[in-house]
C-alpha cells in the first residue's frame, strides 16, 4: 500500500511562480490540491480544501498572506509556510505573530522546500496537540476550582468538614452518573437561587 501524498495548497498572484511550484512539489511526490492567486480566495480555499500544508505569497492582493495565515493557524487548518521574495525584519516578525510554520526567500532552491515542508508539518502537529493539551487541562482546572467552591458551600451550609463535603459531592456524583463538576454547579446553583 502506498502512502497517501501529503496535500498541499499554493497561493501566489503570479501564475508563472505558481505553475513553477506545482511542478516542483509535484516531482517531488507531493499532491497539490489547489491554487489562488489573491488572500481572499487563499483562505476559502484553505477552509474549504483542508490542505495537509499550505504555501503562501506575503504580497497578495486583496490580503496578504501573513493575513492569510493568521487567519489559518487561528483555525488550526494546516501550517502555513511563507514563500516571498521580501525577508525584512518588519515582515519576519508579523510572519511570527502570525505562527507561520516556515519562511522561505525567493529565488530558493528545491532541495529547501521539501526539509520546509517536513518541518512545518511537524511543528503543526505539536502545536495542535499542545493546544489540545491545554485546553483539556483548563477544563480540568475550571472543574476543580467548581468543585472548591462547592465544597466551601457545602461547608458553611451544613457545618461539615472538608473531607465530608467532597464525600457528599462524590457520592451523590456516583448515585446520579453525573459529574462531579456537575453536581458543584447543581449545589452552587441551588445555593445562588436559595
Do not use: W
Amino acid at each position: 500500500m502506498t502512502p497517501t501524498p501529503i496535500r498541499v495548497f499554493i497561493a501566489d498572484d503570479d501564475s508563472i511562480i505558481r505553475l513553477d511550484l506545482r511542478q516542483m512539489l509535484e516531482a517531488m511526490g507531493y499532491e497539490v490540491v489547489g491554487e489562488a492567486e489573491d488572500g481572499e480566495q487563499a483562505l476559502l480555499s484553505a477552509r474549504n480544501l483542508r490542505p495537509d500544508i499550505c504555501i503562501l505569497d506575503v504580497k497578495m492582493p486583496a490580503m496578504d498572506g501573513i493575513d492569510v495565515a493568521s487567519h489559518i493557524a487561528n483555525e488550526s487548518l494546516a501550517p502555513v509556510i511563507l514563500l516571498t521574495a521580501y525577508g525584512d525584519g518588519e515582515l519576519v516578525e508579523r510572519a511570527r505573530g502570525a505562527n507561520v510554520f516556515g519562511y522561505l526567500v525567493k529565488p530558493f532552491k528545491p532541495s529547501d522546500l521539501g526539509p520546509a515542508i517536513e518541518v512545518a508539518r511537524g511543528n503543526f502537529e505539536r502545536f495542535v496537540a499542545l493546544n489540545k493539551e491545554v485546553a483539556s487541562l483548563g477544563s480540568r482546572l475550571e472543574s476543580r476550582r467548581l468543585i472548591e467552591k462547592a465544597k466551601g458551600t457545602l461547608m458553611q451550609r451544613e457545618g461539615i468538614s472538608e473531607a465530608e463535603a467532597y464525600r457528599r459531592i462524590q457520592t451523590r456524583s456516583m448515585d446520579s452518573r453525573c459529574s462531579m463538576k456537575e453536581i458543584a454547579e447543581q449545589i452552587l446553583g441551588a445555593d445562588a437561587q436559595g
